[in-house]
């Protein structure tokens, strides 16, 4: 019986494993926003006394090891409401199952995993940003 019960572990977590991306080659591919920190789109912030809805944004991972980002947002300024596209890029290297991605601008470094088709990302400010293939 306890042999037949480790097997199992073993099978389980076997599986669990070839989820996760492990080869730069499973990596390239366009990712769409779905979450902040948990919530789903919009989602209104706050950061820096700048209040801002996120709307919508991307992740593209691409094989020559280069990334862009884009994030959409609204915010209030006069009275109006204004939309714009922020984007970012830049290279990315994979290390023990986690992606680092460094930005063209000197941007604090970002890091993520991908597991299946969702690409979860940590920003350097610990936001919690969840793509999906």
Not at 55 to 79: C, L, M, P, R
Not at 92 to 106: D, M, P
Request: aromatic letters at 8%; charged letters at 20%.
């Amino acid at each position: 019986m306890i042999r037949r019960t480790l097997m199992i572990i073993a099978l389980l977590a076997l599986g669990a494993c070839a989820e996760t991306v492990t080869a730069p080659t499973d990596l390239p591919g366009r990712f769409a926003l779905e979450t902040v920190n948990g919530k789903k789109l919009p989602v209104p912030r706050n950061v820096g006394g700048l209040s801002f809805t996120v709307t919508g944004g991307f992740f593209e991972i691409h094989a020559d090891k280069t990334f862009t980002f884009g994030q959409s947002v609204t915010y209030e300024q006069n009275g109006q409401t204004v939309s714009e596209d922020r984007t970012g890029s830049g290279l990315w290297a994979l290390t023990e199952g986690v992606i680092r991605f460094g930005y063209s601008n000197g941007a604090l470094p970002d890091r993520g995993t991908i597991k299946g088709d969702l690409l979860s990302v940590t920003t350097s400010d610990e936001q919690q940003l969840a793509f999906r293939r």
